[in-house]
């Protein structure tokens, strides 16, 4: 069997100036980055404001297992699908975080035949939006540690600095640092420590503003730290916010590529999923939904954090109508979420398949409290048998669930082309209109109670007390009128990831709580989040290599 | 008077691939970044192999003052004077580093109606080299700590690890700091520092490295340490060589501007001028002399670091034949090599510019001594008398040596015209050729006593302890056939900063010795340098900001 980039080098790539073309854009509404790759002007919204926007499709999955359940492969293969049969698709997508890439995942752009091109680039600098957030991120670190080695006029409380430094790598050993010794040529010691670019408030910040006005005031209300006394400190505090904004003004422009049959592909913003929104930016959607007739979109993790976030914080910022939802889920999967151990996975299990349906049941019911009509899509491994997915295809028509069997990995489009027929008759059959789950009004707490009780089917919540503290000191400060990022394990809908299926009469504990004033959102922390991956025993970097000729070996 | 930015914001560029096409740039020899930004492919130096190469003239300059002398804005306007003379010249520059605009700088780009332009490209992320450098620095560091975290099978001695992060910011907190805290899930506890990237081996290496399969067999080359019995443990030792190529695939492809009057400009590397080499890449340099007739190039700091790591570390590896040298002074800068105080500078003043001459003519005698032909370029600034002016052209008339007044900051390149006829001359009456002034073969010791005493007028070097014990493991490691990499202090040809003019009987103490093995030279510092700048009490960032409609403000 081929690997993605044994395919994708084989691939024909379109000159990046006939994707625009296709897509109607004029010379002054994109710039080429490279042959392949072009950013897109952030104007065009505002030139095609009056335009009505394409129909908007989630694709969303269950809680995600060790086995993979291919969002991103299906997300690339609908819209692939869609324009087989005549369709204008549009994709809009996140772009990849190199560290991963160098650490566990060797790329991250779709696969087989359902895959964004070209993918060497996209997993590696791109056009540079990552990079941009680093420097943003560790500019404004430089100008905080500068403030306090000056003086420090705004009485910043050294160990109470919220804002961390990131780097786009897997890199354990800066988790926990102490930085400024060496006297006081070398600034002033506290603890510090780094997380992963994506994890960087400014990446979800990119990733929710409307246009460049809007980003440099959520850059300015971003809260760096609390001062002695424990009151906040912004970012317009240290009159930071322009050069930070200076330093995005590219990045702000969502990146156009296309997939392996040349169907036009937005690449814009990654946040991380848990302490972050997980989906791609606001203005990569939104440009999206202006150029094609239909845009396909993901979410991080499964339905329960990618698509909760997507309606209540994506959606709701960009004001951004979603006409339908595939529910991705593979059998495999499904086994897992049944009680099955990897390793015995290739074998046909109709028993763990059966129990493993309730994780998709409760995924079901929750895109159903949304109000938002759906598609299931199985997406299809070589080792699934006929009898498992006659099993999930009878268990969906018993529910009255829309269901399609794909094969985009290995026939790219046309093995979506079932599931685009389904997903465009609910778009075109929807009477129903998107209801969120909660009002900002509600108090944190019931909002978080909410969120466990109605998505995860939690008994109740649970708080420490440090985080009941949290939330009264930040009621006081006003921002109790905010949408709640929960940061939950992706693996499990409790917070104990080894509890697969649908657990029932849990509680969700709630640690701790961060203020992310700046994306506009409260992150609840449920357990341990690691901002900061490690690299592992054999890190994928081993692998790489470049040819004398540029060819790239150890992506895949 | 108009800002630097205020100019550029003024001028009218033409679109990359005019510029492109003028050069005879075919469509596959170059890549769009934006329509003003390319990178030229590598291959091209294959392609025109057999092409007999431009004429290179390397602008250099006496010791820096506080007082400013202008040498990129005299590379740039040399370029463009000879282009408005009729003759096809490429100008080849280092690309800033985003740290010192965030700081001081608040652009590097040369000035006035002599600049490369989009400066606010080229001051701020550019195409992403020095993000590429940053990532490949950086993912070696977290292979570094992998290794020892999991087992450290190679034996590295966590207090001997010479590879250090790097962050293109000026972050002081970042000099010296404690990683792997918090126990055995965040990595192996040992100091680390940050350097600013500039001052990575490999940025040296990427402008070293003559071609894709060169720049890897550096990298592998790499010393990232010793074990416990002190041997070099490198990065082919880690197998990362091959990752760290792929991520510098598209940083080794130089960047293709033009300046405010359209000239092409390649702008490509940046190492630091003390523990690096301080040149613009190779590839740069030699792919500039295959599009133009002349190239002109600069080199950082005064001619006793820049041309001479030019001559014996860049040409000696590239085998780039220098036809002439401009050498930049001001009277400003001259008069403070006289003596005078900073402020006092606007006076006329012949005592202190008399004084003064003594630096430049050191200068020309290093020059001399590596026998090539040179001309005396005097960079005017508004308050120069005219009796200052005089003073400097019979000084050199009565010295026989050819002097041209430029005026580009203010004029472009038709303030740059006499200086481009005279070095013209030069390179035509040419009988002289390069000669090294210390043999590859020269002890270290030797190397380094021939530099002090010819390039500086030092007495004599004396090493400290520590660097006669470096030299002896170096040559025991068969590191003693490498050219030497002096970091010594920009402001005087000793040792000591406040030795300006022309100091006598001094002599050079060696410090400390470096073996940047990939790059291919010893570093040997004189005193302390520092690879990390701190911001100042007002960073430049302060006064940056990007309007609704994009335009930048506060880069200068």
């Given at each position: 069997?081929?690997?993605?980039?044994e395919?994708?080098?084989?691939?024909?790539?379109?000159?990046?100036?006939?994707?625009?073309?296709?897509?109607?854009?004029?010379?002054?509404?994109?710039?080429?980055?490279?042959?392949?790759?072009?950013?897109?002007?952030?104007?065009?919204?505002h030139?095609?404001?009056?335009?009505?926007?394409?129909?908007?499709?989630?694709?969303?999955?269950?809680?995600?297992?060790?086995?993979?359940?291919?969002?991103?492969?299906?997300?690339?293969?609908?819209?692939?699908?869609?324009?087989?049969?005549?369709?204008?698709?549009?994709?809009?997508?996140?772009?990849?975080?190199?560290?991963?890439?160098?650490?566990?995942?060797?790329?991250?752009?779709?696969?087989?035949?359902s895959?964004?091109?070209?993918?060497?680039?996209?997993?590696?600098?791109?056009?540079?939006?990552?990079?941009?957030?680093?420097?943003?991120?560790?500019?404004?670190?430089?100008?905080?540690?500068?403030?306090?080695?000056?003086?420090?006029?705004?009485?910043l409380?050294?160990?109470?600095?919220?804002?961390?430094?990131?780097?786009?790598?897997?890199?354990?050993?800066?988790?926990?640092?102490?930085?400024?010794?060496?006297?006081?040529?070398?600034?002033?010691?506290?603890?510090?420590?780094?997380?992963?670019?994506?994890?960087?408030?400014?990446?979800?910040?990119?990733?929710?503003?409307?246009?460049?006005?809007?980003?440099?005031?959520?850059?300015?209300?971003?809260?760096?730290?609390?001062?002695?006394?424990?009151?906040p400190?912004?970012?317009?505090?240290?009159?930071?916010?322009?050069?930070l904004?200076?330093?995005?003004?590219?990045?702000?422009?969502?990146?156009?590529?296309?997939t392996?049959?040349?169907t036009?592909?937005?690449?814009?913003?990654?946040?991380?999923?848990?302490i972050?929104?997980?989906?791609?930016?606001?203005?990569?959607?939104?440009?999206?939904?202006?150029?094609?007739?239909?845009?396909?979109?993901?979410?991080?993790?499964?339905?329960?954090?990618?698509?909760?976030?997507?309606?209540?914080?994506?959606?709701?910022?960009?004001?951004?109508?979603t006409?339908a939802?595939?529910?991705?889920?593979t059998?495999?999967?499904?086994?897992?979420?049944?009680?099955?151990?990897?390793?015995?996975?290739?074998?046909?299990?109709?028993?763990?398949?059966?129990?493993?349906m309730?994780?998709?049941?409760?995924?079901?019911?929750?895109?159903?409290?949304?109000?938002?009509?759906?598609?299931?899509?199985?997406?299809?491994?070589?080792?699934?048998?006929?009898?498992?997915?006659?099993?999930?295809?009878?268990?969906?028509?018993?529910?009255?669930?829309?269901?399609?069997?794909?094969?985009?990995?290995?026939?790219?489009?046309?093995?979506?082309?079932?599931?685009?027929?389904?997903?465009?008759?609910?778009?075109?059959?929807?009477?129903?209109?998107?209801?969120?789950?909660?009002?900002?009004?509600?108090?944190?707490?019931?909002?978080?109670?909410?969120?466990?009780?109605?998505?995860?089917?939690?008994?109740?919540?649970?708080?420490?007390?440090?985080?009941?503290?949290?939330?009264?000191?930040?009621?006081?400060?006003?921002?109790?009128?905010?949408?709640?990022?929960?940061?939950?394990?992706?693996?499990?809908?409790?917070?104990?990831?080894?509890?697969?299926?649908?657990?029932?009469?849990?509680?969700?504990?709630?640690?701790?709580?961060?203020?992310?004033?700046?994306?506009?959102?409260?992150?609840?922390?449920?357990?341990?989040?690691?901002?900061?991956p490690?690299?592992?025993?054999?890190?994928?970097?081993?692998?790489?290599?470049?040819?004398?000729?540029?060819?790239?070996?150890?992506?895949?």
């Open positions: 069997m081929k690997t993605d980039i395919i994708a080098q084989e691939a024909k790539l379109e000159p990046i100036h006939k994707i625009a073309e296709n897509l109607n854009l004029s010379k002054d509404e994109w710039e080429p980055y490279g042959h392949t790759k072009a950013k897109i002007s952030n104007h065009l919204l030139t095609l404001k009056d335009k009505p926007d394409g129909k908007v499709i989630l694709v969303t999955s269950i809680n995600p297992t060790p086995a993979g359940e291919g969002k991103s492969t299906v997300t690339v293969g609908l819209g692939q699908a869609l324009n087989q049969i005549g369709k204008r698709a549009v994709i809009a997508l996140r772009e990849p975080s190199l560290g991963p890439v160098m650490g566990i995942k060797g790329g991250a752009a779709g696969g087989g035949y895959q964004v091109l070209p993918m060497e680039d996209i997993n590696l600098h791109f056009t540079g939006d990552l990079h941009a957030i680093t420097s943003a991120n560790n500019a404004l670190s430089a100008m905080i540690d500068n403030h306090i080695h000056r003086g420090n006029e705004l009485d409380d050294p160990r109470r600095i919220e804002w961390k430094r990131v780097m786009d790598m897997n890199d354990r050993a800066l988790r926990q640092i102490i930085v400024g010794l060496g006297g006081p040529s070398k600034g002033v010691p506290r603890e510090d420590g780094f997380t992963i670019t994506v994890a960087s408030e400014i990446m979800a910040i990119l990733c929710l503003a409307t246009d460049i006005v809007d980003l440099k005031s959520r850059l300015a209300r971003i809260v760096i730290g609390y001062t002695y006394n424990e009151q400190v912004t970012v317009s505090d240290l009159k930071a916010e322009g050069a904004t200076l330093l995005l003004k590219d990045a702000l422009k969502p990146n156009l590529v296309q392996i049959e040349n036009p592909a937005i690449i814009h913003g990654g946040p991380f999923a848990n972050a929104h997980g989906c791609n930016s606001i203005i990569a959607t939104k440009t999206a939904a202006k150029l094609g007739d239909y845009v396909v979109t993901e979410a991080g993790f499964g339905a329960d954090l990618g698509a909760e976030k997507y309606f209540h914080i994506k959606s709701r910022v960009g004001n951004i109508d006409a939802v595939v529910i991705v889920a059998v495999r999967a499904l086994k897992m979420h049944g009680g099955l151990a990897k390793d015995k996975l290739a074998e046909e299990n109709l028993e763990a398949l059966k129990a493993g309730k994780n998709l049941k409760k995924h079901m019911e929750t895109i159903e409290a949304f109000d938002v009509p759906f598609v299931v899509a199985i997406n299809k491994f070589p080792t699934d048998t006929e009898n498992e997915v006659h099993f999930i295809e009878n268990w969906c028509e018993e529910q009255h669930v829309e269901v399609a069997l794909t094969d985009v990995w290995a026939s790219g489009g046309s093995g979506g082309i079932q599931l685009a027929n389904k997903i465009i008759a609910k778009t075109e059959s929807r009477k129903k209109s998107f209801k969120p789950l909660y009002e900002l009004e509600d108090s944190i707490e019931e909002k978080i109670r909410k969120i466990a009780q109605t998505v995860y089917g939690a008994k109740d919540i649970e708080l420490s007390k440090h985080a009941s503290k949290q939330i009264k000191l930040f009621e006081k400060q006003g921002w109790n009128n905010l949408p709640i990022c929960m940061a939950k394990t992706q693996y499990s809908l409790s917070d104990d990831p080894a509890r697969v299926g649908r657990p029932e009469g849990f509680t969700i504990t709630i640690r701790e709580l961060r203020a992310s004033i700046g994306a506009g959102f409260i992150v609840v922390l449920t357990g341990d989040v690691l901002t900061m490690g690299l592992p025993e054999k890190p994928a970097a081993l692998n790489m290599d470049v040819t004398a000729d540029g060819k790239v070996k150890g992506l895949f």
